[in-house]
């Protein structure tokens, strides 16, 4: 006989905190947290629970029914709930950094997507979330669920929401690529761009270039595809054309993969005499471009793209809307020449079969209400007060900018008296700052004494307390090594 384990479960106080569903909810799992309520324990019925916590019956019902979906606990039928499964082991560990994982390309996106409320995030890749459009992101999932046209239940179409695509041909016209919305092909992100890209192009084994330093993304989708990754050093013009000829010659690599303007980690843009040569380059060494753009929207002034010049030729071009709108509603895209949107849709089909229309259907009523348009203004002025304002508390600090960037979000700066980065930002992330470390944006680690700021994460003068610590702390373990 299966006894019921008597438990009181103590009356909301009031709605304010949350619902009175919600309330049950968390009351519940507290016992099963605590282990008043075991691993196949009965509850009280939704009538005792009802009066002991003196609320409706309907209430007890879909808070038993949400645990219920959630599989913390289960119904028998004509028998009552019970606590699913087996209890989760009791642990004393301390959720938080964990600093004495090595530099790697991973280590600064786990730290950046885990830390606490309250951390500071210098090192991150995105805008605040204050600074994104958040109303008018709202305003388009209200009206997109009120429109009855609108797919919210179905796959959508490979190609992707057609009416978006036509938006991005106008916007990419703008920067002198020709693309037609039948060359677009719509993503979940440049992520899964570049991956798709990756999976089509490249056998294992096959070589690509990247510069040095770059997204330190670019390794882990590099890596997946089992290619070997050869690095160019980079300039302040683009990647060092000698060097990259050199590379060409030896390696015979498949694909260059780099972010043309607004460069990560440094800031700079390609100038156009090196766009010239890298494509002179390409066309001689039947080399394919990846161009990965996705900070076009932050520029002050528009740069020469490659993919401009070589009219989707030899270029891919790529993009997406998670630096200026959401990283949350997932979409990107590619723009390719037409003989390889063929395959890249059928590959996408194999990999994700769906295409998140809505989504696309949200960010494309934000894109064509004229409020894009004023947001990216006011961005850029704000991002470019935050760029001066970052750039003076950097050089205060003893750190040396490598350039001064013409706009974006990133500061590429180097540590004095020969400090290495991943030693100051290990020290920082104990006090729940975020630094981004240069041998995560490197193969060759030559850049282990620089450091990326984000300008829009840095207003906080805390940071430069914490960082002005952290070197102090990484000059004296330098002086005991």
């Not at 429109?147 to 916007?171: E, I, W």
């Not at 040569?277 to 793209?305: G, N, S």
């Not at 949350?328 to 890249?344: D, K, N, V, Y």
């Not at 947001?375 to 750039?391: D, E, F, K, N, V």
Request: hydrophobic fraction near 45%; glycine fraction near 8%; proline fraction near 7%.
């Amino acid at each position: 006989m299966t006894v019921v384990t008597q438990i009181t479960l103590p009356a909301p106080a009031s709605p304010e905190g949350g619902t009175r569903v919600a309330m049950v909810v968390a009351a519940i799992r507290a016992r099963i947290a605590d282990r008043s309520l075991a691993s196949g324990a009965r509850l009280p019925s939704i009538r005792a629970t009802a009066e002991a916590m003196r609320i409706s019956k309907s209430t007890v019902v879909e808070a038993y029914e949400r645990l219920a979906a959630e599989g913390v606990i289960a119904a028998r039928r004509g028998a009552g709930f019970y606590v699913a499964g087996r209890s989760a082991p009791l642990s004393v560990s301390v959720p938080g950094p964990r600093p004495e994982r090595e530099v790697d390309p991973l280590w600064l996106t786990r730290h950046s997507l885990e830390a606490e409320p309250g951390a500071l995030t210098p090192g991150c890749g995105w805008l605040p979330q204050s600074w994104m459009p958040e109303e008018p992101l709202r305003a388009g999932l209200r009206q997109a669920a009120r429109d009855k046209s609108v797919n919210l239940t179905f796959y959508g179409a490979p190609r992707g929401h057609m009416p978006l695509r036509q938006v991005l041909c106008r916007q990419l016209a703008e920067r002198g690529i020709e693309a037609p919305p039948d060359q677009i092909l719509l993503t979940e992100s440049a992520t899964q761009a570049i991956d798709l890209l990756c999976r089509l192009l490249l056998e294992p084994g096959d070589t690509v270039l990247v510069d040095d330093p770059c997204y330190f993304n670019f390794f882990g989708i590099l890596r997946a595809s089992r290619a070997q990754i050869i690095g160019v050093r980079y300039t302040k013009n683009g990647p060092d054309v000698e060097g990259f000829a050199a590379a060409l010659a030896e390696h015979k690599p498949r694909l260059y993969l780099t972010n043309a303007t607004l460069h990560n980690p440094t800031g700079a843009s390609l100038s156009p005499s090196v766009v010239h040569r890298i494509l002179k380059l390409a066309e001689a060494h039947d080399l394919t471009i990846i161009e990965d753009d996705i900070f076009a929207d932050f520029e002050m002034e528009p740069a020469t793209r490659l993919a401009a010049l070589d009219g989707l030729n030899r270029v891919i071009y790529l993009g997406s809307f998670s630096k200026t709108l959401s990283a949350s509603l997932r979409c990107g895209f590619i723009a390719a020449r037409p003989e390889l949107i063929e395959p890249l849709l059928d590959l996408k089909l194999a990999v994700q079969f769906g295409g998140g229309p809505a989504a696309a259907e949200v960010i494309h009523r934000v894109l064509t209400t004229g409020i894009y348009r004023r947001h990216l203004s006011s961005l850029r002025a704000r991002l470019g007060t935050a760029m001066g304002a970052t750039l003076h508390k950097l050089k205060r600090a003893g750190l040396t900018p490598w350039i001064e960037p013409s706009g974006g979000i990133f500061v590429w700066a180097s540590l004095p008296d020969g400090l290495r980065a991943a030693d100051v930002a290990k020290f920082a992330l104990n006090e729940s700052v975020v630094l981004a470390p240069g041998d995560a944006f490197s193969l060759s680690k030559a850049p282990s004494a620089f450091l990326r700021f984000n300008v829009a994460q840095c207003a906080d003068a805390e940071i430069f307390k914490i960082l002005a610590r952290s070197m102090l702390k990484a000059g004296k373990q330098k002086t005991l090594d």
